[in-house]
T-cell receptor, first 117, second 110 residues
Framework: EAGVTQFPSHSVIEKGQTVTLRCDPI?????LYWYRRVMGKEIKFLLHFVKESKQDESGMPNNRFLAERTGGTYSTLKVQPAELEDSGVYFC???????????????FGPGTRLTVL | GQSLEQPSEVTAVEGAIVQINCTYQ??????LSWYQQHDGGAPTFLSYNGLDGLEETGRFSSFLSRSDSYGYLLLQELQMKDSASYFCAGVSGGYQKVTFGTGTKLQVIP
């Protein structure tokens, strides 16, 4: 079974440009999460989809970030316009919805390394 | 809100045992997960404690005490390949929101 995939693996853009990151979760996983890791620091939560609905977007930095999950399948994260501080590695993860006493394993994609110059 | 604190760095000798602690302050807390991340790689799931006590998976064990808002990851028989960052992650809410801790960089030395 294919794992979580992300595209592109790397993106280098100039300040003010737009970038769209894509995540394809594991088939059948209703939970989809976006995270960002900046400069080797903590993995910071951005938002959480359950199917096509945004369950929690409290981690989105500002309105320059827009996430969508059309049809509850793949998701995109658009940054427009990009700023220098947006540089980092953006991870997507997916999981099945389970009872909270069970192991809630999130499966991570390889990440997209975004560099804003 | 939620916050999970870990030591930033730990160094241990190959073959030894190391414990990585995690203290948390969360609302709606259900359980604690642990993830491993090698430089440049994706985090990978290690374990989950939905109940208090010890969970063992091979060389790795994880412990949770809800009364103390505390957990730890225990790595035994350390190998050089265990050098990585380790994150505790609090699971909360009906839809399993996951909040990651500050991360601990483990260096295993010969």
């Amino acid at each position: 079974e294919a794992g979580v995939t992300q595209f592109p693996s790397h993106s280098v853009i100039e300040k003010g440009q737009t970038v769209t990151l894509r995540c394809d979760p594991i088939s059948g996983h209703d939970n989809l999460y976006w995270y960002r890791r900046v400069m080797g620091k903590e993995i910071k939560f951005l938002l959480h989809f359950v199917k096509e609905s945004k369950q929690d977007e409290s981690g989105m930095p500002n309105n320059r970030f827009l996430a969508e999950r059309t049809g509850g399948t793949y998701s995109t994260l658009k940054v427009q316009p990009a700023e220098l501080e947006d540089s980092g590695v953006y991870f997507c993860a997916s999981s099945q919805i389970k009872d909270v006493t069970e192991a809630t394993e999130q499966f991570f994609g390889p990440g997209t390394r975004l560099t804003v110059l | 809100g939620q916050s999970l604190e870990q030591p930033s760095e730990v160094t241990a000798v190959e073959g030894a045992i190391v414990q990585i602690n995690c203290t948390y302050q969360t609302s709606g807390f259900y359980g604690l997960s642990w993830y491993q991340q090698h430089d440049g790689g994706a985090p990978t799931f290690l374990s989950y404690n939905g109940l208090d006590g010890l969970e063992e998976t091979g060389r790795f064990s994880s412990f949770l005490s809800r009364s103390d808002s505390y957990g730890y990851l225990l790595l035994q028989e350390l190998q050089m390949k265990d050098s990585a960052s380790y994150f505790c992650a609090g699971v909360s809410g009906g839809y399993q929101k996951v909040t990651f801790g500050t991360g601990t960089k483990l260096q295993v030395i010969p």
